[in-house]
């Protein structure tokens, strides 16, 4: 079986940063089920697959082609079931449904802003236009105009993960004693952080950075295979 994941890159394409592909980058290793990445540039992605989709991640499991990193692990576990449950019953799925859009609405949009210039600056020519025009006008501003503003969003982000380190005083993952996609979800994230600007947002003795770090090292290191910006 072709087991292909498409992942947005740089231009090197060794420096695949999306928060969604990574988010099935771990799932995909929770499931033990090998893969061959497939890294696609921003004007690229329109013609993968025959027209298949306009974001990534996108998986190639056989015939089977599946969108979007939420609906991506729900056919994990669905097409894998003697394998480790990425939600752990149907409670685990409406928690990562919340887990999705605290982070989306919340880490995304400030990581946005913190290094839209960092990652503006790791596309290569064409990806690089695309990348100002789209952003410049989903923002409303420069990409300068928005990282200036961003850098006041550096001293602010350890507050927004105060949910998390809260509840990891009684647990070490949000799935509990073991990680689940809820926590693939932050890890994609902070992940997406590490490998575009690399800013250090977090204490090292911070909880959510003893987390992440655990994180990191799950599955054979699969979040070191893209070092730190």
Same mark, same amino acid.
């Given at each position: 079986?072709?087991?292909?994941?498409?992942a947005?890159?740089?231009?090197?394409?060794?420096?695949?940063?999306?928060p969604?592909?990574?988010?099935?980058?771990?799932?995909?290793?929770?499931k033990?089920?090998?893969?061959?990445?497939?890294?696609?540039?921003?004007?690229?992605?329109?013609?993968?697959?025959?027209?298949?989709?306009?974001t990534?991640?996108?998986?190639r499991?056989g015939?089977?082609?599946?969108?979007?990193? *939420?609906?991506?692990? !729900?056919?994990?576990?669905e @097409?894998?079931?003697?394998?480790?449950?990425?939600? %752990? #019953? =149907? $409670?685990?799925?409406?928690?990562?449904?919340?887990?999705e859009?605290w982070?989306?609405?919340?880490?995304?949009?400030?990581?946005?802003?913190?290094?839209?210039?960092d990652?503006?600056?790791l596309?290569?020519?064409?990806?690089r236009?695309?990348?100002?025009?789209?952003?410049?006008?989903?923002?409303?501003?420069?990409?300068?105009?928005?990282a200036?503003a961003g850098?006041?969003e550096?001293?602010? *982000?350890?507050?927004? !993960?105060?949910?998390?380190? @809260?509840?990891?005083?009684?647990q070490?993952?949000? %799935? #509990? =004693? $073991?990680?689940?996609?809820?926590?693939y979800?932050?890890?994609?994230a902070?992940?997406?952080?590490?490998?575009?600007?690399?800013?250090?947002?977090?204490?090292?003795?911070?909880?959510?950075?003893?987390?992440?770090?655990?994180?990191?090292?799950?599955?054979?290191?699969?979040?070191?295979?893209?070092?730190?910006?």
């Open positions: 079986m072709t087991r292909l994941l498409y947005l890159a740089g231009a090197d394409k060794a420096r695949q940063f999306s969604h592909v990574w988010k099935t980058v771990m799932s995909l290793a929770h033990g089920l090998d893969y061959e990445t497939v890294p696609v540039g921003f004007t690229e992605i329109r013609a993968i697959e025959d027209g298949a989709t306009a990534v991640p996108l998986l499991d015939d089977r082609l599946v969108r979007d990193s *939420f609906e991506i692990a !729900l056919y994990l576990d @097409a894998y079931p003697d394998r480790p449950s990425l939600f %752990g #019953g =149907e $409670g685990g799925k409406a928690m990562a449904r919340f887990i859009s982070s989306q609405s919340i880490l995304h949009m400030a990581i946005t802003r913190i290094a839209v210039l990652i503006h600056n596309l290569g020519p064409a990806d236009d695309y990348f100002r025009q789209s952003r410049e006008q989903r923002l409303g501003a420069s990409l300068e105009d928005v200036a850098k006041a550096i001293e602010a *982000f350890a507050a927004k !993960l105060q949910p998390l380190r @809260a509840m990891l005083k009684v070490p993952f949000i %799935g #509990g =004693e $073991g990680p689940l996609f809820p926590d979800i932050v890890f994609g902070l992940q997406w952080l590490r490998t575009t600007a690399g800013t250090q947002v977090l204490e090292a003795d911070d909880p959510v950075a003893l987390w992440f770090a655990r994180c990191l090292d799950l599955h054979g290191g699969a979040g070191h295979r893209v070092t730190a910006a």
